[in-house]
DNA sequence: ACTGATATGTCAGCCTTGTTGACTTATTTT
DNA sequence: AAAATAAGTCAACAAGGCTGACATATCAGT
């Protein structure tokens, strides 16, 4: 017979139980970042560039729309780093043969040596946490993360 | 018999079988945020703040110097939010009856309260993600996060 | 051919949340 | 008594989100 507060509901502890799980996401994703960011501090770029170049690199000659839609940020947010990456070589653009206002966008040499660099810790601790999965525990490690950008949680 | 470059060894994306979990940890961290970063806005609050009154919750009692190796940022980052967390009566400071230098944190029933609602649509997207995985398969889930946090990926 | 929609780019300003450096106060330790 | 420690504070800066407004090029439909 409890009654809702107006805002919250009345809730306890117990009512949740996958407190663990918050925690354990939230240092791992931190770790996962950390690796880097040591080295993107060494170049004047940060976690925003790291992103946008990781995208390009997985999908050679997306369109801008098509990034900012998979970042989910605004195009003004965007064009602060893609600008920096284009003029530091990393990235190059090409403008659409069917549609020419459209922007293709590539890595460069450069851009897929950085991504490859700024990768391969993230990698390397992916796989030491892998190490003693069997394959069917890695496939429940990657459906978990699948499901986890699927589900609606309201209600 | 290639050459590394001076500041990057030469790697091909073979090199690299991870991409795929690198990926998923960013969609599957930025839905979890996006939880409650909705409900967040709607008071105020950012997710510095989210933070602080998860790990007060978590562990109450607990100094401020334990606050700030838990989130891994500076004293005076963490002033900013604490206070506001402190005067909007989420949080209460106690000094120490060992040593009164230090404050013991602790959520109030608003703070309790607030946390709850927070990490209920994420509990609701870990539990709906693990929907389908035994206990034995949460296990390995969980276990795969802490070896995240744990491993040191230099070399 | 004109007109409106679309893709991208840009300027300006704001907010949150991280940073560093310098300094204060209270308390404990030596 | 002096030094170390825990916490708090002020100021300034940077990264990377955001909104709003507007420019340019190109495409698509009438």
Known sequence: ???PSPKFAALSASD???L???ELLFFAYKEFT???DRILEGIGFGRAHHRVLFFVNRKPGLIVAELLDILGITKQSLARVLKQLIEAG???Q????HDRRQRHLY????????ILNLSLPQSRRIKAALKQSSKAQDETIK???RQMTDIVPDR
Do not use: V, W
């Open 143 to 145: 459906n978990f993360l």
């Open 94 to 97: 090409e403008a659409g043969s």
């Open 16 to 18: 949740i139980e996958e």
């Open 90 to 92: 990393y990235i190059d």
């Open 1 to 3: 017979m409890k009654q």
């Open 20 to 22: 663990d799980h918050i």
């Open 34 to 36: 950390a690796d880097a």
């Open 107 to 114: 890595p460069t040499k450069a851009g897929r040596e950085l």
